[in-house]
């Protein structure tokens, strides 16, 4: 595991600079070749998705706004509670400013993937209902349209792109999901992650073997109800703690360009540091440029590509600056996200690790020493060179021995025993501290924090895990079909089925590997995934152009006004 881990920092190290600038590169490269069709069109993007110009004669397997609703359940999953919690614990509060760019941007970027993969997506003649009657997706533009617009043969780019984003479904899109939801319930009622993993995978189970319209008729009623549901709670924070409101926005905006938070440390590295988290969760949030979402709304029924894009150009609006800021707003305006809280530290907890933390807080991750001295319930680090005991990456100033943490302890913690001997010769495998939070557990205290001045407290850690399990679970069904739509490109339909049951194995497996673990691996994956698919929407940006520019002087959505 450690020559794994090794491996996905060091990947991870070197796509993550190259990530940054694709995605935000390209992003800008299309917002001005379209000529800010994120914001020029998206009135559009909303008529188009109300259904007012719908026609249930047109190819595809299901309307706009289901093709919106299966898209949306992907994004906002649990990228808008733990994916956002992540990125201000490890950049800072000033990361979700580079979200809100990214998203901008992305608009753009989704509204040209989407348009291309309807452009070139292909029927499936005779094949059974669950199985679906249209695909497309990336591989398809990446293929034929560069075959087209240039001659070039980039098959196999579009397999590779394929059986990576095949690969991405059942690590993000499927394993950190069920990974998230396991976490949450173990955390509040102690169940098994193995049990909880079991129950989540017959659900996904019994709604992906319906295959898209299934898919979609479910998503078509659970995207609208858990986004209401989040926003509502977070809106009723908000306005509990309107006091901070104001603070957290400029906390925001002042630690984008010079940030002071999260565990990075001061100076200009932190600054590349809180962009580059940024816009990881930001994409791993909306997806815009990964080239996921294009393979949902290739199913819409629609004979005009570009109708379809600008209603896919909602996505990052909604899921980013919309549901991801309200998780901003509630985690940075409560003060939950330089909190420390009371903890038990089970000395096999995986979120335990050590690292040397300089003078100025930054933290440099090492391995576990052969013990760690404690006097009173304080370490006996003396200077940056030693390490110490850190949770969720931030250290543990204190130890107690018992939950209330009036007993101080003093002995010696042994790593690589998982024991704390005692000075009087007593053995603990737990211990209590106050700690810093992270991923969904941090939203969680946010909410907690915010509903405290009311007395409901209580209720923070039951609306986020409501919402962690119905993001969650929606996340997953869509991105099954993500899945399945790249395994019939590489092999055909006869691998449909096989691919799902896979996939639901995979969601189970993801429930009881450690939360790190998972999230690096899909951050490698994504990597993989977007960048072939920008460097295709910069080179057919002038195909984009065009269908753009015909659409709208066309205007065929009038022949489909209602009477």
């Known amino acids: 595991m450690e020559i794994l881990e090794h491996f996905i920092e060091i990947a991870n190290g070197f796509l993550s600079p190259i990530l940054v600038v694709g995605l935000l590169g390209a992003g800008a490269f299309l917002t001005i070749r379209l000529g800010l069709v994120q914001i020029r069109r998206l009135g559009h993007g909303f008529a188009v998705t109300s259904g007012r110009y719908d026609d249930p004669n047109e190819p595809g397997d299901v309307s706009h706004f289901q093709a919106l609703t299966t898209a949306l359940s992907a994004t906002v999953g649990t990228g808008n509670i733990a994916g956002v919690a992540l990125a201000i614990h490890w950049g800072g509060p000033g990361a979700l400013f580079w979200m809100w760019v990214t998203a901008l941007l992305g608009m753009a970027t989704k509204y040209a993937e989407v348009t291309l993969a309807q452009h070139y997506r292909v029927t499936m003649d005779g094949t059974a209902k669950w199985e679906g009657s249209v ?91 858990m986004a209401f549901i989040y926003v509502a709670a977070a809106t009723v924070v908000l306005f509990i703690n309107y006091e901070g409101i104001l603070p957290a926005f400029a906390t925001i905006f002042t630690e984008a360009f010079n940030p002071t938070a999260g565990v990075a440390g001061t100076g200009m590295g932190i600054f590349l540091f809180t962009m580059r988290y940024g816009v990881q969760r930001g994409l791993f949030s909306n997806e815009a440029g990964q080239g996921s979402a294009p393979i949902a709304h290739s199913a819409a029924r629609t004979d005009e590509p570009v109708s379809e894009g600008v209603v896919a150009l909602l996505e990052p609006f909604i899921d980013t600056i919309v549901i991801c800021t309200m998780t901003g707003l ?100 737990v211990l209590y501290g106050d700690a810093a939070r992270n991923s969904s557990p941090l939203t969680t205290l946010g909410f907690e924090k915010g509903l405290e001045p009311i007395g409901l407290a209580w209720m923070g850690k039951w609306i986020i895990l409501v919402c962690v399990f119905l993001f969650a679970v929606s996340t997953a069904i869509s991105w099954s079909y993500y899945g399945d739509r790249c395994a019939n490109y590489l092999w055909g339909k006869k691998a449909i089925l096989p691919y799902k049951f896979v996939f639901l194995i995979f969601h189970f497996v993801g429930a009881v590997l450690a939360v790190t673990t998972i999230w690096d691996l899909g951050d490698v994956a994504l990597a993989l995934v977007t960048l072939p698919n920008v460097i295709t929407l910069i080179l057919l940006s002038g195909l984009l152009k065009k269908l753009t520019d015909s659409y709208f002087q066309r205007k065929p959505w009038e022949n489909n006004k209602p009477v």
């Open 135 to 225: 695909a497309g997706g990336p591989m398809y533009y990446i293929e034929r349209g560069m075959k087209d617009v240039f001659g070039w043969n980039w098959k196999p780019v579009a397999v590779f792109f394929a059986f990576m984003l095949m690969i991405t479904s059942f690590f993000t899109g499927n394993a950190i999901q069920s990974n998230t939801i396991a976490t949450q319930v173990a955390d509040n009622f102690g169940i098994a992650t193995w049990i909880t993993g079991l129950f989540t995978a017959g659900i996904v189970g019994a709604v992906i073997i319906g295959g898209i319209s299934r898919i979609g008729k479910v998503t078509g009623i659970l995207a609208p109800v």
């Open 330 to 429: 509630v985690i940075v305006s409560t003060g939950a996200f330089s909190a420390k809280v009371p903890t038990t530290l089970s000395l096999t907890d995986g979120n335990i690790s050590y690292a040397m933390v300089d003078e100025a807080g930054g933290h440099l991750s090492t391995s576990a020493p052969s013990s760690i001295s404690i006097t009173d319930g304080y370490p006996e680090a003396t200077s940056a060179t030693d390490a110490q005991f850190t949770y969720y990456d931030i250290e543990v100033s204190r130890f107690f021995v018992d939950v209330d943490q009036t007993v101080p302890f003093s002995g010696v913690i042994t790593p690589g025993a998982v024991e704390a001997a005692a000075a009087d010769g007593t053995s603990y495998t």
